[in-house]
């Protein structure tokens, strides 16, 4: 019980310097500028794809530790001394990145239809009677910027039995 006990505050302490440092960095540098950069060295920053014509790097990366962070918050018991708090920093930094144009988009335990614009990670399995497709675990998120998807999530699929109501 001390260990493990021992290792979730090892956890949180890290969790807490992360999110701390993103808030930081949230409130500092607005996303998407990249000042002192020369116009060539932006445009090999920023590719032909890119779209609106920003250099999306820094706001992807903090995308993709915001989702690993809120995955390992969901792995903390509910019990764990300073969650809460850690949540609350999680959610001011996703309001943030809001702010900025980005959005990240929430597909986890949504329901998974062949043909959706994310990237497979694993096999799909074989649904029976009863069962339907989900998004059990997103790897990496889906990010948009105005509207426009940059990034598309790479996930797992998983089965899930159909809840059916009766009236």
């Known amino acids: 019980e001390i260990g ?3 290792n979730e505050l090892i956890l949180e302490n890290n969790h807490t310097r992360k999110l701390v440092m993103l808030d930081r960095l ?3 540098i607005p996303l998407g500028q990249h000042s002192g950069i020369e116009e060539v060295e932006l445009q090999k920053l920023i590719g032909p794809d890119s779209p609106n014509g920003a250099n999306h790097g820094y706001s992807l990366k903090m995308a993709n530790e915001i989702l690993n962070m809120k995955n390992q918050l969901d792995d903390l018991s509910g019990q764990t ?3 809460n ?3 609350e920093i999680v959610r001011r930094v996703e309001e943030q990145f809001d702010d900025s144009n980005y959005k990240i988009v929430d597909i986890k335990g949504k329901d998974y239809k062949p043909g959706m614009d994310v990237e497979v990670n694993s096999p799909i399995p074989k649904t029976k009677i009863g069962e339907k497709l989900v998004v059990s675990k997103v790897i990496k998120p889906q990010v948009d910027f105005k509207g426009e998807t940059i990034q598309k ?3 797992e ?3 899930e039995k159909v809840k059916t109501i009766i009236k």
Do not use: D, Q, R
Request: glycine share 6%; hydrophobic share 40%.
């Open 4 to 6: 493990k006990a021992k």
């Open 26 to 28: 949230m409130n500092t």
């Open 157 to 159: 699929i998983s089965t």
């Open 153 to 155: 999530a790479i996930v």
């Open 81 to 83: 001394p300073g969650k």
């Open 85 to 87: 708090k850690l949540e």
